[in-house]
């Protein structure tokens, strides 16, 4: 299947592969399909979060164990119902990043981690109830 992008043309990928968020992303609830976009060819730890219903519509997307030492993911029992969670080896967490004009200010979120269940394809974002994460986490202090 093909998909017309704002950032990369357009893309192929197989229509199986689609995630989707049953209750849209915050902010973006009318868009419940997205395509994960990962460059097989850089040892990047950043991917692409690319709605199929909207082809200006991508995040930009990292592994929040990768940044922070010690982040944890508590998920509610509805979170879990919701995205048919039977074994946690299946969900794949990811942080939103966020790239101002200034570099130097990029940040993920790590309060509000997005869980996709690889197995169902399900996603959503969440929010956690730990304090102690921060909503923005600049990414120039791990450099």
Known sequence: MQLETAHFGVIEFN?????????????????????????QET????F???STEDSQLCFIVTD????YAGYGVDV???DVELLGI???????TLAI??????????????????LINVEKKLGKQIILKDDSLPIRYYLQQNS
């Open 48 to 50: 692409f979060l690319q």
């Open 64 to 67: 929040p164990f990768m940044l």
């Open 97 to 114: 990043v966020v790239i101002p004009e200034d570099i130097k200010e990029a940040r993920v979120n790590l309060k509000a981690p997005i």
């Open 15 to 39: 229509e199986e592969d689609i995630l989707y968020f049953p209750e849209g992303i915050p902010g973006f609830e009318a868009n419940k399909k997205y395509a994960l976009i990962v460059d």
């Open 76 to 78: 509610d029992d509805e």
């Open 86 to 92: 039977t074994d946690p080896k299946t969900v794949m």
């Open 43 to 46: 040892s990047t730890n950043f």
